[in-house]
């Protein structure tokens, strides 16, 4: 009887579809950004690739070798991005970001930002001869500090761009540089520009950072040279860092004869870390490992860990290999780390043996948590996309859209959503370029026929709507509320925030809802007790509509009422639900109902 009453009061709902712009701006130029770009191409999408940095490639680009396969990872990166600066369809911008994006899904209208190089791209012949007699010296970023560079610099041998770039933060402009290049290529006066460009979607792909491992003094980061992090090893390892490969300690350059590396810095810490588990540092530390067993004869190898995770394809292979090549395993954590006589010492406990231990090393390499990019709060206000707690872009749903984000149009992918290794990056990249494709290939988007209206009679302008609407679909015209159609999604935030009342909601209007709750009411026999709830269209009321197939019951004096979410329902409402004679009232959303109902939410 509700569900008919409601919808006597309905009216016919429109969906209007609008033209959409053929072209796809990917954010973060590391494996996933180059993996989505190079599928959107070939799909017939032109790109804008936008990173951050002089070069594309990302961290990968600083591997030496990557699990569980033990690939060398410049061999599967460099011809991918060969590949990026060679497609037509793709316009790299480096040393870019993205400063506003405004407009509609299909017709976003973004700006960037590109901060000058002071060396043109396509002049510079990579010839070297600013680096060797720029007189300015600074610590290399690339190789984790570990080597020394000119304020003129090639960002790698394999830099896509193969272009110098110059550190304007210790560049002196003693214009030595200038004097020597014989293409012209240096302009010391570069100013930053901006330009507009639209776009049909965003593929978001910044990628991630390191915990700072300094945070933990017991452990001695930066006051023991020969207590490294897993990426600086990584760079000491590869024939591209600072010792072309070779073994050494940072402090003498002698090949250590023992080496020890630390699990969990900073992960699955709830009181000065993160909570989660950075999900690959068991597996790379492994790797490490293996590579320092098969090229370096004589070097003792232990790790000190937690748990040991290796749920990958071909990840247990690798723990058991790691095992029979003779690198030993310490269950417990570290408690300190500390130099006497000019020897690194381990204190930790053995789980196993019920007993703590302390041991002497040549070279301790700690494994940082993985961290959400600097600026994603600042990317994710941009692109209106969500974040989760601990700063990573939350999923628009963790299972049915992993790679949308909570815009339409907006997509995510790599470790900008969590930790992942290499092979999940890229997965997510062609599931987020199919997406994209799938989206701007049709030649219009389609608004949702439940977006949000306004009442101009009853509008006074007071502007908390603009305010509350998480996809800025509502604009002040005239001193009066207009919903823009394009951008509504129909999550009904705006509905309760208005206090005159002048916004409301296609398909869930407050005259439906009262029909339905009314209806509800009526027919309840005497003495029962009638609870309302009103679930979240999308997975709660699914979930709670399938539970009797997964043999799950709840109360017969539970009324279910769908809304597009909980944010459609204001105090004043759940008051009168509550005065028309309402025993209970429930919001529930998703995760409220993964929470009562675990197997029907499945």
């Not at 901060?115 to 720029?134: L, M, N």
């Not at 792909?205 to 992090?229: H, M, N, P, Q």
């Not at 209970?584 to 998703?590: A, T």
Request: charged share 25%; with cysteine; proline share 6%.
């Amino acid at each position: 009887s509700g569900a008919v009453s409601r919808l006597l009061q309905q009216s016919p709902l429109e969906v209007r579809r609008y033209g959409v712009q053929k072209k796809v701006l990917v954010l973060g130029g590391g494996i996933a950004g180059i993996t989505a770009s190079l599928e959107a191409s070939s799909s017939g999408l032109e790109v804008l690739l936008v990173e951050r940095q002089a070069s594309i490639g990302g961290n990968m680009a600083k591997l030496s070798k990557t699990f569980p396969t033990l690939d060398c990872a410049q061999c599967i990166l460099s011809p991918k991005m060969v590949d990026v600066a060679s497609d037509r369809n793709i316009r790299l911008y480096t040393t870019s970001e993205l400063v506003s994006m405004e407009g509609s899904p299909g017709n976003y209208l973004v700006r960037i930002r590109v901060e000058p190089r002071f060396v043109d791209p396509q002049k510079c012949t990579s010839c070297g001869r600013c680096s060797k007699v720029c007189p300015v010296k600074t610590s290399s970023t690339f190789d984790e500090g570990l080597s020394i560079r000119k304020a003129i610099y090639l960002p790698f041998p394999q830099a896509v761009p193969l272009s110098y770039v110059i550190d304007p933060g210790v560049c002196k402009k003693c214009k030595a540089c200038t004097k020597v290049c014989p293409a012209g290529a240096i302009d010391l006066e570069q100013q930053p520009l901006e330009f507009e460009e639209r776009v049909g979607a965003v593929i978001v792909a910044t990628g991630y950072r390191l915990w700072d491992a300094s945070a933990y003094d017991e452990f001695g980061f930066g006051r023991y040279k020969d207590v490294i992090t897993s990426l600086q090893l990584e760079r000491l390892l590869s024939t591209t860092g600072p010792t072309q490969g070779y073994l050494k300690r940072p402090s003498d350059g002698m090949v250590p004869k023992s080496v020890a590396f630390v699990h969990c810095v900073g992960s699955r810490d709830l009181h000065r870390g993160v909570p989660y588990c950075s999900k690959i540092c068991c597996m790379y530390a492994l790797k490490l490992a293996r590579l320092i067993e098969k090229s370096f004869e004589g070097v003792d190898t232990w790790m000190f860990y937690i748990d040991m995770r290796a749920a990958g394809k071909g990840y247990e292979e690798l723990y058991v290999k790691t095992q029979e090549a003779g690198v030993k395993f310490v269950r417990g954590k570290v408690g300190e780390i500390y130099q006497d006589d000019g020897r690194l010492w381990i204190r930790a406990e053995d789980t196993f043996q019920a007993r703590p231990v302390e041991m002497d090393f040549d070279l301790i390499v700690l494994c940082p948590a993985m961290l959400p990019p600097e600026d994603s709060p600042k990317v994710a206000e941009i692109t209106k996309a969500v974040l989760g707690e601990e700063g990573f872009m939350m999923e628009k749903h963790p299972k049915l859209a992993p790679v949308d984000t909570s815009r339409i149009g907006v997509y995510s992918c790599g470790c900008i959503v969590g930790p992942k290794d290499v092979r999940e990056s890229v997965s997510e990249a062609l599931a987020t370029t199919a997406r994209a494709v799938s989206f701007l290939q049709k030649g219009y988007a389609e608004s949702t026929p439940f977006r949000a209206f306004a009442r101009p009679e009853r509008c006074t302008g007071c502007g908390l709507c603009v305010s509350e609407c998480p996809y800025g679909a509502i604009s002040l015209s005239e001193g009066r509320a207009v919903v823009d159609e394009a951008l509504c999604v129909g999550c009904g935030a705006c509905v309760p925030i208005c206090p005159e009342g002048a916004l409301d909601q296609n398909g869930y209007t407050e005259v439906e809802l009262d029909a339905q709750v009314s209806a509800i009411l009526e027919a309840r026999r005497e003495g029962e007790i009638i609870i309302i709830a009103f679930a979240e269209e999308g997975l709660a009321y699914t979930a709670i509509d399938l539970s009797g197939l997964n043999h799950l019951e709840y109360p017969s004096s539970v009324r279910v009422v769908p809304v597009p979410s909980g944010a459609r329902l204001g105090k004043r409402q759940i008051l009168k639900y509550f005065s028309m004679g309402a025993d209970g009232i429930y919001v529930l959303e998703s995760a409220a109902v993964e929470a009562f109902f675990p197997e029907a939410s499945k």
